[in-house]
């Protein structure tokens, strides 16, 4: 199963700066997808981000509030725009391999806006 | 829109006690996955299912796959503290290339 590691762990920021959240797998994989989950609680896909082309959001997210990067098939970037407290959550990115539609998930980003 | 009915949603039981976390839906999956996650931890994959009918065990976890593949149960045989988790099912359709999570089900066993 492929490996993945994501930066920062967790971050402390304030309202109206911006995060950019980095995916690293340790194996070439077309897609990789975007998710937010508060502690707890289940995960809602933020965006799909395959390599070369735009990522798709699912509703209720907007590119320019997380804009999404994909140079290549083993790396991406979220970023979280002009943060507000609501923003405050775990950040996870995943990568589809294997039967199924299984997907790995990287360790999160554990984000709280002040 | 795919909805996964999880439950229950908290269970609290004793080391050795037996338990089961069901997952349901109305819609037909290609798939179904299991995953336990940990404070401060991604999801870890349990299980993969793909084969209406289909049982899988791993050591004391015992995970089905109904017939009709619109709903899967998680067996646990004598918990263990370290059984503690979040427990989160997740579906795949296969055409959207996307997972349709549960709500998950939070797990504590007291020693």
């Known amino acids: 199963s492929a490996v993945i590691s994501q930066k920062p762990s967790r971050d402390i920021c304030q309202r109206g700066t911006s995060l950019t959240i980095q995916c690293q797998v340790d194996s070439q994989v077309t897609m990789m997808f975007w998710y937010r989950q508060q502690p707890g609680q289940s995960l809602t896909l933020i965006a799909t981000a395959n390599q070369g082309s735009e990522a798709t959001y699912e509703s209720g997210f907007v590119i320019d509030k997380f804009p999404i990067s994909r140079p290549n098939l083993t790396f991406s970037t979220l970023t979280v725009s002009n943060m507000s407290p609501e923003d405050s959550s775990i950040y996870l990115c995943?990568?589809?391999?294997?039967?199924?539609?299984?997907?790995?998930f990287g360790p999160g980003t554990r984000l709280t806006v002040l | 829109t795919q909805l996964l009915e999880q439950s229950p949603q908290f269970l609290s039981i004793q080391e050795g006690e037996n338990l089961t976390v069901y997952c349901n839906s109305s819609?037909?999956?290609?798939?179904l996955q299991w995953y336990r996650q940990e404070p401060g931890e991604g999801p870890v994959l349990l299980v993969t299912v793909v084969t209406g009918g289909e049982v899988k065990k791993l050591k004391r976890l015992t995970f089905q796959f109904g017939d009709a593949r619109k709903d899967s149960s998680l067996h646990i045989t004598a918990a263990q503290p370290g059984d503690t988790g979040l427990y989160l099912c997740a579906g795949g359709t296969g055409s959207a290339r996307q997972l349709t999570f549960g709500s998950g089900t939070q797990l504590t066993v007291l020693p």
């Open positions: 819609s037909v999956f290609s798939s």
């Open positions: 995943s990568v589809e391999q294997g039967i199924g539609d299984t997907q790995y």
